[in-house]
């Protein structure tokens, strides 16, 4: 309340065009601005290959979320989230996704979903490592981790109407309990879909107005095209597209124009997500603690001088 959360520490040092922009545009559905992309999917399974070779089993939706790991660690300004018209920096970096459940039941599908917390100056094999330990965890018939307890509180319409109307309030004004927060997807940087693996191809999915979510990519079923080659002679390829929605009040387009120009950088050269950045940035008083998390930066009180 009153610009504090525990999601989030409000910014004050903003560009005014930046910070007049939720009033302009109170919910995120106003503020989408949707993106496609498209990796190339051959390089990418090389450097799978390659390093399935040495040991190491990484996956493309694990690509996909080190490469926006690097681009927090480089454009903090990412990361921020709007509350109730206010703009924040985010004291976690987190990543949503769901997964298929394995059932008993032959043809059964039941999903569930998880969120995933990163430090900035992770590599993709901790990345790796991360996403696989959460997705072992809950990917299990009998998991239930407190996003389902939660959900299963809510099949009753009256029950569900209430305890999400509190919920929003409480969100809004920035009082709803950090342990829900961590439950719920919707509070998170970005939330992931991979619909390449039920064949399904890139779509551009919405983002939540509840929680604080300001990006959504989908992972679409790989692509076929012509592209022209070196030479300038067409050369057929295979592409994985990408669709991409963001919440362009958070921070200048520019920003987000860099943001593209990175991501795009490291999905053709993988191999620099191997080793932590030279350096992460972060906004105005902030850094990141041995946890990933951000906090305030401390500083150092002058002493009074003392004249002789």
């Known amino acids: 309340m009153f610009g504090r959360r525990k999601d989030g520490r409000v910014l004050k040092q903003i560009d005014p065009m930046i910070a007049i922009t939720p009033y302009l545009m109170p919910m995120r559905c106003d503020a989408q601005v949707m993106l496609d992309l498209k990796a190339d999917y051959e390089k990418l399974a090389r450097y799978i290959t390659e390093k399935g070779a040495e040991g190491h089993k990484i996956t493309f939706t694990e690509l996909i979320i080190a490469a926006y790991v690097r681009v927090i660690a480089d454009l903090p300004e990412v990361n921020r989230f709007v509350a109730n018209k206010r703009i924040y920096a985010r004291t976690e970096l987190a990543v949503s ?3 298929l459940k394995d059932t008993a039941e032959p043809g059964a599908i039941e999903e ?7 430090n900035p100056r992770d590599t993709i094999f901790d990345v790796s490592d991360k996403v696989k330990a959460l997705i072992n965890e809950n990917r299990r018939e009998e998991a239930d981790n ?23 309030f409480l969100d809004r004004y920035g009082i709803l309990p950090k342990f829900i927060m961590d439950a719920l997807p919707f509070h998170t940087s970005m939330f ?3 619909m390449a693996s039920i064949g399904m191809p890139a779509v551009k999915h919405h983002i939540y107005n509840f929680g604080t979510t300001s990006q959504f990519i989908s992972i679409g079923a790989v692509e076929r095209s012509v592209v022209p080659g070196p030479d300038g002679k067409p050369v057929r390829k295979r592409m994985l597209p990408l669709g991409i929605v963001a919440d362009e009040r958070i921070c200048a387009g520019a920003v987000y124009a860099k943001m593209v120009a990175r991501f795009n950088e490291l999905m053709n050269n993988p191999a620099l997500l191997e080793v932590p950045p030279e350096s992460v940035q972060f906004e105005e008083g902030l850094e990141y603690d041995e946890k990933g998390l951000i906090k305030r930066r401390k500083t150092q009180k002058q002493q009074p001088s003392v004249s002789a």
């Open 97 to 99: 996704f769901a997964l």
């Open 146 to 168: 407190l996003t389902i307890k939660l959900t299963r509180l809510l099949l009753n319409p009256f029950l569900a109407n209430t305890i999400v109307t509190i919920a929003k």
């Open 112 to 118: 569930n979903t998880v969120k995933c917390f990163f």
């Open 192 to 194: 992931l879909t991979n």
